[in-house]
């Protein structure tokens, strides 16, 4: 089993190159095909340890900045599955959306230039085709990059390896917005990476900070050592700061309705389904278990930040009319419940964040491929002008409704399953304290699932219910590249739902053994 | 020998700030250049002077090199000067302003 | 005696220094600026250093001055003449300059630097010579470079091109 | 007397040599063509860095002797120097090839880049201060003629005499520093002159300061250093690309060399006050430059500020030298980098000046269809300049960072040389962003791929390879730096 | 007593329970499966498996009789020690019994009713889906897995109320153009799944919470783990904590069972198709509240042996129930729509439930108001399930909601209007000969001898309501058969549509449930005797609550010689005059129609007002609409617009603003005079002097 973790993280990077060749040399297909298999192998090389326990792997690296290691434990191993298999999910969606995005570009482009050039060049087809392979292929290429940034963050043992892969997935992000995003891609882009560089180069503050007072920046020794008392508090918050605003908490989210709205349908998907969760990994890993006294400090204040989040996000996602950006605010929402579970100090809690993640990975990526669907089949993001869609898409309508359910925390799906351990966390610790704020904030935590409830079956009825515009009779259904996945990521959602071991068995223990129970 | 060090060190002061105005004010580059020659001169002097005191010789070795150095950068930049005069029959440095913002 | 010589070559030298900078004749501005460099050049002898004076006077008076000499005649007087300094920032350069003067001034008069006297002998111009071969052997190898650089360079810039190709540009 | 065995003297030697000798062959040769005198150049910097390897390794000389009773010491320190500014050197010479094809005098061209080389070598190697000002004229004179080197072209002259005055005056500055600094202690050996400071009474302090005061401002004019860097963006916009590649990464770099041999040791040697004027200097030139690089168009004059941001990095590691073991190892490694990827950028600007004509940030849309290898260069080198990981700019960052957080346990403000370098990082990327959105997102009036001059593409395969194989495996740079780090623990201090 | 012969096979008996929710499911799984072969098919497959789970339930019924509890658990979430398990007590196999056959029935005449729906394999899903969900809640052993049915019904409810998912004008509730308080009093399918969704939702909410309270003390969701160690409850009412969790857990039950106030969405929920509403009414989701409250009040009742006193508890029930009683009472009297006025009705007989729930925890004998809540759920079930399949047929032949629009039917659909005065004496509470009248009966008593403060306030209203459910059901049945034909069926007939009775599959369904009504209300004493036993020997084996089985079961004096033996005199006076009254207002109104109703209303401003006011259900649906929707959402666009595009905008603008500004500055200083820049150099120096010399 040697090797294996250093295997699936490297071959999405390595062989990037190879899926830019074989987009231009075979196209699309074969591209979708082969980041598809890719990954799906690099997925089962990341499930194959999770299957026998705990498993690490350690190489030299640079004698100031420690080792570079791969942890799978507990804790890493839903993040990294849910990682590769959204990653695996996505490339096949990614094929149909992509090549009609490129196609509309090149379109538009030719439009354009006809106008400016007075008519005299002709489209051709083959221009056309070799433009896609291209494009195409330069998609791939940067979306394995992508993945697997979002994988090493997860399994980094080290402070300044985890900083290296959390910067790695911004800049095939930032491609793929200004390259493939709509309208003012380019101001997004730029305004996307500013804003979660800012973010990450906070952090970095924090790790500088607490790696150089240890001498250290290899988890394991700071977790032996401790971090010195005259750094904690400012490493703290500079941390928490940081992957705050990656995961877009109330207040430093505005990055991130703009980068949705203009971003691709694949890239929301993924970013919204893995790379948010990045930021909530970041809790558990850096704030929680490197400096748990910090924790217990700043734990209320999470827990309302979070709590704040989702009310806020849920409020701003209700009077949404592109649909894109109602799932910005969906996110944002989301990320604030993982926030107010991380904030719920008690192992219950969680655990309920942590699988928070995973199910909002699995409604998040449903819900922006049914979006994806949209698109494709529609041609319109505007929620105004949709209605009556589930006769025409019915696969699409009950993918979309489970991943609804998801988002909602609505039994049989995993959403339930990580809303009640993570509200039950909160408010065993509200008992435990004594304390009425908790006991405040878990009520209304559980107030803010009902506007969940209200804005996504809200705009559900708005899209797929009522009367069906005219000029929508002859939309049919999306091809199977849309609804495979999105079929298999349901299934996946009711199967977690019901038997929620599959990675209840991974988190809880963990996390006991992290708060100590 | 009466005099005191001080007193050649405020002289040296008073051409150095003389050179810096001259060289911060007039706008013909052959006054600068004046300016210029000033305040080395003043750094001279003030080599020259300590070495006296100290007593020592490396500062008169230095000024040797200084006035040397001198004259080879003054050539430099009358070459300069004098291209430029080519270019746009002015040498009025202040006019020389296309690279700006 | 010494005070009143040193008063003189003081005015001498800060007085045809202001000259060289603000007579509107760029040649007389060459020539007072020679006058202030000799001064430069009697300080020296002033304090013992009758080689490095030596120096200064040929290197400058004689070669540098004449250079700027031919350097403004070369260069057509009308455009020289012409130009007036714009009053604010002639008036912000004086006051820069008093600035500099006041600052640097008082930091020197309150140092320990006035008690600093001596009686010793004035040093050996011999030892000038030693030191350049002994210690400052290598600078000396590289101060032939920078001659050699500054002369190649400063032929190649003020070397006429368009004469060589024929085409004389005005 | 002359150490003939010493890596200085013979690296003077070489290249001095050879640089004398190339004017001397193109008085002699009749025939025009140009790429015989790069080739002459070329090898000798070639077999000047090889030399100062083979000293490096069979010498084993462990630590960086700061100090030496001569003029010039060979030490590690300074091989670490010169190993950059060689490097600096042979990119800018590889570079100018297509470049000087056309243009007049390449036999003065090179021959003056070759002077300069040793100038800048010389610089790190020094530890008198009267051989530290020689080498820095050694280094400036050629390179004032070389900004005004297109006669023809206004700017280029106009740039080299902003540069050539801003110089000169410097020139005067820094001596009258060194007269300060011989007047108070006696001597011109840097050693002597920190033990004579670090003996000083208090009624002496303030003209020590003074001097040190001046030779900030005298480096710190070729460093960039707010408020001395105003002529900086003029000369590299106006000067030749491939000189403003040796203007941003060897005489700058050689300015910090000078600026650690001198103004540290003098820091370290008198107390704290001086680190805090360099932590405030630090972070009004990172902020300056990059805020200044937003909004410019054009692409050499939006480098050049970028230099200066970057000049503001640097002197973090110095500024909290005394405090940080790893400040000037972090400052050492990013000089090493910084120059790598500042001539990277500069020679591939003088790729698109030589293919395209253009230096607009306007005019090179879609670049990266039309000269795909030197957009990637660039690209790649605009990335690491912002610090992206995994490039090599990224570690030295991380470790100018590190150092300045590091020192926050004993100085209050160091902390916030880390959250302003930080903050400047962000900044830069909007502008370093705005270079790669052009080549990249913008389409181009046509999309024809254009022959790109293969000196040019010799150096970005270069420098994408140092950028990235160091960005990937930073370590042994890391050690060579800090092996190139001068010991200070022997150092007189104050307290 | 029949015993099937799957009883004899040892361990069988267990997964038997299990089938009993498991095989609905699978239906619903099947289905689709089925539904691409034939749609008519998936009607039977759901039938039969209806049917299936409706025999595995029957065969509980004697063990459960004997009061036999099966309790079985299988590992589940074993990370946390949760495990899943049925439990089938008498209370949960009563409860099953009366779901299964209903439902059974329901499905039975959805084949007809829905015939040559287009979406019939999605219907058929969600009919599965919403019985097992139900058997789901009430075979649960613990809360968790109960609320997956119960988020399952919610589901459920919410795909079928919007089931005609395409917002045609038909199949609108409520009026066009009638606006209350600025607000349309019309309601699209879609919007009033939704709405029902949500509503429901909030009660899950206040469920949830205090399932998790009880948790967090007991660690344990099992209704018999909570019932064997109670000292949980004691630490919990050390905190002050029980009574909340327990009011908090109500609040799921007020949400499910539309109980004021999140009462609202049920009157909506007639958007769906009309076998939906009789299942939702009579079987599983409004029956889901009664039945929660059922499994939890004897456990919190008990909790008086250790000294806890759950007073509140009770008190909020038996208010809540007897306000929404007689709150939709009086809106059912003027609605013109006929099934919402089985919706009313629903709403209010379920208040009548809650209401004998929360009396018999104030009383000594809880047994009995116990009892007489749960005789009248199953009461309910049987006359009200016939009630809206009647009423869906005539809609269905009558194409329309109004029941302006009917009129006159008697004749034409002769076994429907038979049916019809069945089940509808059966919800008046018709004397002696229906199960409604029992049942009520029975509260009344309850209510009356419970002997507590509120007893006689209590009385009162649910006497009152009763005198109105006899009104106005007499009304509904006058209105729809009696009288002249509306307009709206003579343009029928002249358009060709012959008015007719209903097919075999539809009125057969119905026909049986109204004829078991009567049935049972024959023996219905003996039938109450025989629950009551039942149920005195449950509570007593399984929470330990004693009850006084000396004294006659309902007190009182021994009347008519016996055949009423143990009702209280009063109750029955009481019950005798509301149904008389009821039904003689009605009769003159609608049935005689002596006086015309509408020109009575509008003969007096202040009949006006009240039946205005009752029209605009008290106005309650409109201040929800203002206060929870209409006014959030204004904030809500508000904030977006003011707060997030201004304010928050600000970090994207003010950054980019600052840089740009700070860059142009720059600029400026770079003039490119070269004077300025030495100038600024010497200044320089003296600055960095003066930075070093500080």
């Known amino acids: 089993m040697q090797f294996v973790l250093l295997q699936a993280l490297l071959l999405p990077l390595l062989l990037s190159p190879v899926a830019y060749y074989i987009g231009r040399k075979s196209g699309p297909t074969a591209a979708a095909l082969f980041s598809f298999g890719l990954l799906a192998y690099c997925t089962v090389l990341v499930i194959a340890p999770v299957l026998s326990g705990g498993y690490e792997e350690h190489y030299k690296w640079t004698q100031l900045f420690g080792e570079f290691g791969l942890l799978l434990d507990g804790l890493a191993s839903p993040f990294a599955i849910m990682i590769y298999l959204i990653s695996t999910v996505v490339a096949l969606f990614s094929k149909p959306y992509m090549v009609s995005r490129i196609t509309t570009m090149f379109e538009e482009r030719m439009n354009t230039e006809k106008l400016v050039g007075g008519g005299t060049e002709m489209v051709e087809s083959s221009s056309l085709k070799s433009h896609l392979n291209h494009q195409i292929g330069a998609y791939y290429a940067l979306f394995l990059v992508m993945a697997m940034g979002m994988l090493g963050t997860v399994l980094a043992t080290n402070l300044i390896e985890f900083y290296v892969f959390f910067e790695v997935m911004l800049i095939p992000a930032f491609f793929m917005l200004a390259i493939w995003g709509y309208e003012s891609r380019r101001r997004v882009a730029l305004l996307f990476f500013f804003w979660t560089h800012v973010g990450a180069v906070i952090l970095l503050l924090g790790f500088l900070s607490i790696g150089l007072s240890v ?40 990055w991130l309705p703009h980068v949705y709205k203009a971003s691709p349908t694949p890239l929301n998907a993924l970013s919204s389904g893995a790379m948010l969760g990045v930021g909530a990994y970041g809790f558990f890993r850096l704030i929680i278990m490197l400096m ?119 039994p049989p799906t995993s959403g339930f399953m990580a809303e009640w351990t993570m509200f039950y966390g909160a408010l065993q610790t509200a008992i435990q304290q004594g304390s009425m704020i908790r006991m405040v904030t878990f009520g209304l935590g559980l107030i803010a699932t009902v506007i969940t409830m209200a804005y996504v079956l809200w705009m559900i009825k708005r899209i797929f219910f009522g009367k069906l515009p005219e000029n929508l009779e002859k939309t049919k259904e999306a091809n199977w590249y849309v609804t495979g996945p999105m079929m298999v990521l349901a299934g996946f959602s009711v199967v977690i739902g019901i038997y929620p071991d599959v990675f209840f068995n991974q988190i809880i223990p963990f996390m006991k053994g992290l708060v100590g129970v | 020998m009466a005099n005191a060090l001080i007193d050649f060190v405020l002289v040296s002061v008073a051409l150095l700030a003389i050179g810096i105005y001259g060289i911060a004010v007039k706008r013909n580059a052959i006054r600068m250049l004046f300016g210029i020659e000033m305040v080395i001169n003043s750094a001279n002097l003030n080599l020259v002077a300590f070495s006296r005191y100290i007593p020592n010789s490396q500062g008169q070795t230095f000024a040797l090199f200084s006035i040397a150095i001198a004259a080879a950068e003054v050539a430099v930049g009358l070459a300069l000067v004098i291209v430029a005069y080519r270019m746009y029959r002015n040498i009025d440095i202040a006019d020389f302003r296309s690279l700006k913002g | 005696m010494v005070d009143a010589v040193f008063l003189a070559l003081s005015v001498l030298t800060i007085g045809s220094a202001i000259a060289a900078l603000e007579i509107r004749s760029l040649i007389y501005g060459s020539i007072a600026l020679m006058l202030a460099l000799s001064g430069v050049a009697g300080f020296f002898l002033l304090l013992d250093a009758p080689f490095v004076a030596m120096f200064q006077l040929s290197v400058y008076v004689g070669s540098i001055a004449v250079l700027i000499l031919f350097t403004v005649m070369l260069v057509r007087r009308e455009l020289i003449f012409n130009k007036v300094e714009d009053k604010r920032r002639r008036y912000a350069g004086i006051a820069l300059m008093i600035v500099i003067m006041l600052g640097i001034g008082t930091i020197i008069i309150g140092s320990g630097l006035k008690t600093m006297d001596t009686n010793s002998a004035e040093v050996d111009y011999k030892k000038i010579g030693e030191d350049f071969l002994t210690y400052y052997s290598p600078a000396l190898i590289v101060m032939a470079l920078i001659l050699a650089s500054s002369i190649i360079g400063a032929m190649t810039l003020a070397r006429r091109e368009d004469v060589i190709d024929g085409q004389r540009a005005d | 007397m002359i150490d003939f065995t010493s890596t200085p003297i013979m690296l003077t030697v070489i290249l001095g040599a050879v640089g004398v000798l190339i004017p001397v062959i193109n008085v002699a040769r009749k025939e025009k063509g140009s790429s015989v005198y790069g080739a002459i150049t070329l090898g000798a910097l070639l077999a000047a860095i090889g030399f100062v390897i083979y000293q490096i390794i069979t010498k084993h000389i462990t630590q960086s002797a700061i100090f030496s009773s001569n003029v010039l010491v060979d030490d590690k320190f300074g091989s670490f120097f010169a190993i950059a500014m060689l490097i600096v050197g042979i990119m800018t010479t590889v570079g100018s090839f297509n470049y000087m094809r056309k243009r007049a005098n390449p036999a003065v061209y090179y ?8 100038g800048m070598i010389l610089i790190a190697y020094s530890t008198d201060l009267v051989m530290l000002f020689i080498a820095w004229e050694l280094m400036s004179i050629p390179t004032y003629v070389l900004a005004g080197y297109l006669k023809k072209d206004p700017s280029s002259n106009e740039a080299a005499i902003k540069y050539f005055l801003f110089g000169a005056l410097s020139s005067g500055i820094i001596i009258y520093g060194i007269s300060i600094a011989y007047g108070l202690t006696g001597s011109t050996n840097i050693e002597q002159v920190i033990v004579g400071f670090s003996k000083l009474g208090p009624d002496m302090m303030p003209l020590a300061i003074l001097a040190v005061g001046m030779f900030i401002a005298g480096f710190g004019f070729k460093i960039g250093l707010v408020p001395f860097h105003m002529w900086l963006p003029d000369a590299y916009e106006g000067a030749p690309p491939t000189i403003a590649a040796l203007l941003a990464a060897g005489t700058k770099k050689a300015g910090f060399a000078a600026a650690l041999r001198v103004i540290i ?68 490694f990013h000089i090493l980098n910084h120059s790598v990827m500042k001539a990277s950028t500069f020679i591939a600007v003088a790729g698109i000046v030589t293919t395209l004509g253009v230096t607009h940030i306007e005019k090179i849309k879609g670049l990266g269809k039309r000269m795909p290898i030197t957009a990637l260069g660039l690209t790649i080198s605009l990335l690491a300049l912002a610090g992206v990981p995994p490039l090599n700019g990224f570690w030295s960052k991380l470790m100018l960072f590190g150092s300045a957080i590091d020192a926050g346990h004993t100085l209050w403000w160091a902390p916030y040389l880390a959250v302003a370098g930080v903050l400047n990082s962000a900044l830069s990327l909007a502008y370093y962003g705005w270079i790669i959105r052009k080549m990249y997102f913008e389409e181009g009036e046509s999309n024809k791929r254009l022959k790109e001059p293969k000196s040019v593409i010799a150096v970005m395969i270069f420098s994408i390879i140092f950028i990235v194989g160091i960005g990937i495996y930073p370590d042994p740079v890391i050690q060579f730096a800090k092996s190139a780090v001068p010991i200070m623990s022997g150092l007189p201090v104050i307290h | 007593m029949t015993i099937l012969p799957f009883d004899f096979i040892p361990g069988l008996g267990d997964l038997k329970v299990w089938a009993i929710w498991i095989l609905p499911f699978v239906a619903a799984l099947i289905i689709p499966a089925v539904g691409k072969a034939s749609k008519r098919a998936t009607g039977y497959v759901a039938v039969a498996f209806a049917l299936a789970s409706a025999i595995s339930v029957l065969t509980l019924l004697p063990s459960a009789l ?87 019904v919610g589901l459920a409810s919410y ?30 399918p879609t919007h009033s799944g939704m709405k029902a969704f949500i509503m429901t939702k909030v009660g899950d909410v206040m469920m949830l919470a205090g399932m998790f309270l009880i948790f967090a003390f007991a660690g344990t969701f099992g209704f018999r783990e909570l019932t064997t160690n109670t000292s949980w409850a004691t630490a919990m009412a050390a905190q002050h904590l029980l009574i909340p969790a327990a009011v908090l857990l109500f609040g799921g039950a007020i949400g499910k069972s539309a109980q004021f106030p999140l009462n609202e969405w049920l009157l909506e929920a007639m958007t769906g198709p009309t076998a939906v509403s009789a299942l939702i009414h009579a079987a599983t989701m409004v029956k889901a509240g009664v039945f929660l409250v059922a499994r939890l009040a004897p456990l919190f009742f008990a909790l008086a042996a250790i000294g806890i006193n759950m ?22 009297m003027v609605h013109p729509e006929i099934k919402k006025v089985l919706a009313y009705s629903t709403g209010s007989q379920i208040g009548y439930m809650m209401m004998a729930l929360g009396v018999a925890g104030l009383s000594k004998q809880f047994v009995d108001g116990y009892t007489a809540g749960f005789f009248h759920l199953i009461s309910h079930a049987m006359f009200k399930a016939s009630l809206f399949m009647a009423a869906g047929s005539v809609l269905h032949i009558v194409g329309s909601r109004f029941m302006t629009d009917m009129g006159g039917l008697r004749k034409y659909m002769k076994k429907t209007y038979v049916f019809m005065w069945a089940a509808g004496l059966g919800l008046m509470g018709a004397p002696f000969i229906t199960t409604g009248f029992w049942s009520k009966d029975a509260i009344f008593a309850a209510v009356y001898q419970s002997g507590n403060t509120w007893a006689l306030p209590l009385f009162t209203i649910a006497v009152v309501t009763a005198v109105i459910t006899a009104f106005y059901t007499t009304r509904m049945i006058g209105l729809v058969f009696f009288g002249n034909k509306s307009k709206h069926i003579e343009e029928l007939e002249k358009a060709g549509h012959h008015i007719h009775e209903a097919s075999p599959s539809m009125w057969v369904p119905y026909g049986i449930l109204a004829a078991l009504t009567i049935g049972v209300g024959v023996m219905g004493l003996a039938f109450e005797h025989q629950i009551h036993d039942l149920f005195v020997n449950y509570l007593g084996s399984t929470f330990g609550i004693k009850s006084n089985v000396d004294a006659v079961a309902m007190g009182g004096q021994p009347l008519l010689g016996g055949f009423l033996e143990g009702v209280n005199p009063i109750a029955l006076m009481a ?71 201004i304010v928050l905008e600000g970090f994207n603008v003010v950054p980019e603003k600052t840089m740009a500004g700070g860059a142009r500055i720059m600029q400026a200083t770079q003039t490119g005079v070269s004077q300025s820049y030495l100038y600024i150099f010497g200044v320089g120096i003296l600055i960095v002097v003066f930075l070093l010399l500080i």
Not at chain 4, 111 to 118: D, G, K, N, P, Q
Not at chain 5, 107 to 114: E, I, L
Not at chain 5, 159 to 186: I, N, P, S
């Open chain 1, 215 to 254: 001498g250290s920046f290899n988890y394991a020794d700071i977790k032996t050592h401790g971090i010195p008392p005259h750094v904690l508090a400012l490493a703290a918050v500079a941390i928490i700061v940081g992957l705050a605003v990656k995961m877009a908490s109330f207040v430093v989210h505005m």
């Open chain 5, 311 to 332: 007073d509140q508890f009770f008190e909020v029930i038996a208010w809540v129930g007897a306000i929404t009683a007689l709150l939709l009472a009086t809106q059912g």
């Open chain 4, 111 to 118: 021959s003056l880049i070759l002077l300069a080389s040793v």
């Open chain 5, 575 to 645: 019950s005798l005059a509301a149904f008389a009254i009821g039904f003689g207002l009605g009769y003159v109104f609608y049935i005689g129609r002596f006086v015309d109703p509408v020109k009575f209303v509008n003969s007096n401003i202040f009949f006006y007002a009240i039946h205005k006011f009752f029209l605009n259900r008290w106005y309650l649906n409109a201040l929800i609409y203002w206060g929870f929707v209409v006014a959030p959402l204004y904030v809500a666009r508000g904030l977006y617009k003011y707060f997030e595009n």
């Open chain 1, 292 to 410: 748990p006294a910090q924790y217990e400090h700043f734990a209320l204040a999470l827990n309302i930040w979070g709590l704040v989040t989702m009310i806020y996000g849920g409020i701003m996602a209700l009077v949404q009319d592109d649909i894109r950006k109602l799932f910005a605010y969906s996110s944002i929402s989301q990320m604030g419940y993982i926030l107010f579970g991380i904030g719920s100090a008690s192992a219950l809690g969680l655990s309920g964040s942590e699988m928070m993640f995973v199910s909002h990975s699995l409604g998040k990526v449903i819900l922006f491929m049914m979006v994806g669907a949209i698109i494709l089949q529609v041609g319109t993001r505007s929620i105004t002008k949709m209605g009556g869609l589930a006769g025409k898409m019915p696969i699409t309508a009950v993918c979309a409704m489970i991943g609804a359910l998801t988002l909602m925390g609505v």
């Open chain 5, 66 to 152: 004997s009061n036999h509890e099966i309790h079985n658990q299988i590992p589940w979430i074993s990370s946390i020690g949760l495990k899943a398990g049925v439990l089938a007590d008498p209370l949960a196999v009563i409860m099953s019994n009366v779901v299964a056959w209903i439902s059974f029935l329901i499905f039975v005449y959805s084949t007809g009713y829905m015939k040559g729906d287009k979406d019939l394999t999605r219907f058929f899903f969600w009919m599965a889906f919403f019985l097992g969900s139900m058997q789901l809640i009430v075979l649960s052993d613990n809360f968790l897995q109960l609320f997956f049915g119960w988020e399952g």
């Open chain 5, 159 to 188: 795909a079928l109320v919007g089931f005609w998912y395409r917002d045609k004008k038909k199949d609108y509730v409520g009026t066009e153009g009638r606006h209350v308080l600025g607000l349309m009093d019309y309601y699209s």
């Open chain 4, 265 to 332: 040791m003098g820091a370290i040697a008198l107390n704290l006050h001086w680190a805090f004027a360099l932590a405030v200097i630090a972070i009004v030139t990172m902020t300056v430059g990059n805020l200044a690089a937003i909004k410019q168009r054009n692409l050499t004059r939006m480098l050049a500020y970028s230099s200066i941001g970057q000049a503001g990095y640097i002197l973090i590691g110095l500024s909290v030298a005394p405090i940080s073991p790893i400040g000037i190892q972090a400052s050492l």
